[in-house]
């Protein structure tokens, strides 16, 4: 029995000797400093108001659609084509403000027209007229 406790006692050295500098090595680094966080900060930086009553005016800003309470129809007094817009959609218009142009071509056809018709009627008139200076002598002479 001594010598089942004498190899014991042998083997225990043994592993105590080859368990002893990991043991130190465990300890050493148990005593070394412990794993930092992150560096304490210092005050928060705050942004101070005095507070006073006074006066602030209120507005309101809204995005919508408007639609007016009357309901306006725009008719064409002469027929023909439209060139262009010349109102803004939305924007104030007065009594006897553009709001279209038109395509001249037709109109100033019929003014020629009309030019052409009133020449040749007042060359009409000449002729009468010239007749009627011609005849009434003619006529007071019986």
């Known amino acids: 029995m001594h010598l089942v406790s004498a190899c014991r006692a042998s083997s225990l050295s043994n592993v105590l000797s ?3 500098p990991l043991l130190l090595v465990a300890l050493l680094g148990a005593c070394s400093k412990a794993p930092q966080g992150p560096p304490p900060r210092g005050p928060a930086n705050v942004t101070v108001m005095t ?3 006074r006066e602030v005016p209120v507005s309101f800003e809204f995005v919508a659609q408007t639609q007016s309470p009357r309901a306006v129809n725009i008719q064409a007094r002469v027929s023909g ?3 262009r817009r010349v109102y803004t959609e939305g924007a104030l218009v007065k ?4 709001l279209f142009l038109m395509d001249k071509k ?3 056809a019929q003014l020629d027209q009309a030019k052409a ?3 040749q009627q007042k060359a009409a008139m000449d002729n009468a ?3 009627l200076k011609r005849t009434k002598p003619l006529v007071d002479q019986d």
């Open 129 to 131: 007229l010239a007749n």
């Open 81 to 83: 084509f439209l060139d």
């Open 18 to 20: 080859h368990a002893a």
């Open 106 to 108: 037709p109109f100033e």
């Open 95 to 98: 009594a006897g403000q553009v």
């Open 117 to 119: 018709a009133m020449q």
């Open 51 to 53: 507070v006073a009553p």
